[in-house]
């Protein structure tokens, strides 16, 4: 079992920034592929960003050049730098961590809401 609990939401001003972090509870974190989700109002759950056990990493093409997710092992953490927010950014993000078997090891964490308003 992993326990995910992310921090680091608010509001914010367009054009700001904001770090979120996801601290994993459990072992073999660093096996785990690790991820950014987000819901916004009245629409589905999408990818944001996602690094690999290997350091791999791939973004939304809505956040690329904005947004930077790194992970740290020795802490069990998962981070998204994200920057130049935009009021369409204004999301509940959740973190994720999935390894093979996926229907066996797919974690969600309860969210933080990200809000980009004046």
């Given at each position: 079992?992993?326990?995910?609990?992310?921090?680091?939401?608010?509001?914010?001003?367009?054009?700001?920034?904001?770090?979120l972090s996801c601290t994993a509870s459990g072992s073999?974190?660093?096996?785990?592929?690790?991820?950014?989700?987000?819901?916004?109002?009245?629409?589905?759950?999408?990818?944001?960003?996602?690094?690999?056990?290997?350091?791999?990493?791939?973004?939304?093409?809505?956040?690329?050049?904005?947004?930077?997710?790194?992970?740290?092992?020795?802490?069990?953490?998962?981070?998204l730098q994200m920057n130049s927010l935009k009021p369409?950014?204004?999301?509940?993000?959740?973190?994720?961590?999935?390894?093979?078997?996926?229907?066996?090891n797919n974690y969600w964490g309860q969210g933080t809401?990200?809000?980009?308003?004046?």
């Amino acid at each position: 079992q992993v326990q995910l609990v992310e921090s680091g939401g608010g509001l914010v001003q367009p054009g700001g920034s904001l770090r979120l972090s996801c601290t994993a509870s459990g072992s073999a974190f660093s096996i785990y592929t690790m991820g950014w989700y987000r819901q916004a109002p009245g629409k589905e759950r999408e990818l944001v960003a996602a690094i690999t056990s290997g350091g791999m990493k791939n973004y939304a093409d809505s956040v690329k050049g904005r947004y930077t997710i790194s992970r740290s092992n020795a802490k069990n953490t998962v981070y998204l730098q994200m920057n130049s927010l935009k009021p369409e950014d204004t999301a509940v993000y959740y973190c994720n961590a999935r390894r093979t078997p996926t229907h066996l090891n797919n974690y969600w964490g309860q969210g933080t809401q990200v809000t980009v308003s004046s």
